[in-house]
């Protein structure tokens, strides 16, 4: 003789059948749910450490630069910098970045410091091209007495006779040297600074002396000469 339960019981049965099963259902969706953010958790943490290891790489081969190249190591807006001296001139070359996030652009700046102004509100700079109806949105460029001078380099001035007078032969020869030796490095020059701007990595110690060679070679020409010395000798004959 077979016993049948009630039909509450039988009820009873199925609906904790459902209950169980949904439970099984979360406890299988939560453990999935728990693996993926564990998964993500663990990317984004080697993603992390491999930057900071990246990037202590990239600040240790700049600080190996500073002894080749007789400068110190610092860091500055958190980036990192090599600051010297050539005989009288301050010299820097530093990195930083243009733009923000994903389209940032890394800028690598070579700076010799000019004793004393040359009070000639000067401003050169790389002889671009402009669209013909915005080049009123530019400053006026001065006229020289070189026209060769003037396809290559953006003047800027108080005064044209001036700026006129103060790049002579030696001057403007100096300058348009030290455009061809460190291309693809741009030449920018003010009343206070003779700079370099390169937008690409630092190859090494050879590259730095060839370029703040030639900018402290412009800045020579701006004051009384004096005897001539050896920098970075070591370097050189290395």
Avoid at 59 to 78: C, G
Avoid at 186 to 193: F, Q
Avoid at 219 to 225: I, L, R, S, W
């Amino acid at each position: 003789m077979s016993y049948r339960g009630t039909p509450s019981q039988t009820v009873s049965s199925i609906i904790g059948d459902l209950e169980r099963g949904k439970m099984l259902e979360f406890l299988i969706n939560l453990f999935l749910l728990l693996f993926i953010i564990a998964v993500f958790i663990g990317i984004m943490a080697f993603l992390l450490h491999y930057s900071r290891k990246k990037h202590l790489a990239f600040l240790k081969s700049w600080e190996a630069l500073a002894p080749q190249v007789e400068f110190q190591f610092e860091m500055r807006n958190q980036n990192p910098c090599l600051v010297g001296k050539i005989k009288q001139y301050n010299c820097r070359i530093y990195l930083n970045f243009v733009g923000s996030g994903e389209h940032s652009i890394a800028v690598i700046n070579f700076e010799v410091d000019l004793p004393e102004s040359l009070q000639l509100g000067l401003s050169i700079g790389p002889q671009e091209k402009h669209i013909p109806f915005m080049k009123f949105l530019s400053r006026e460029e001065l006229e020289l007495d070189d026209e060769i001078f003037d396809q290559h380099f953006f003047v800027q001035g108080r005064d044209t006779v001036a700026v006129n007078q103060f790049l002579t032969l030696e001057r403007k020869l100096a300058i348009y040297q030290a455009k061809h030796y460190i291309t693809p490095t741009n030449l920018y020059i003010s009343d206070t600074l003779i700079q370099g701007r390169a937008v690409q990595s630092i190859a090494g110690a050879h590259q730095i002396i060839l370029v703040m060679k030639q900018l402290v070679a412009i800045a020579n020409t701006f004051y009384d000469k004096e005897p001539e010395e050896i920098v970075w000798e070591s370097v050189d004959n290395a």
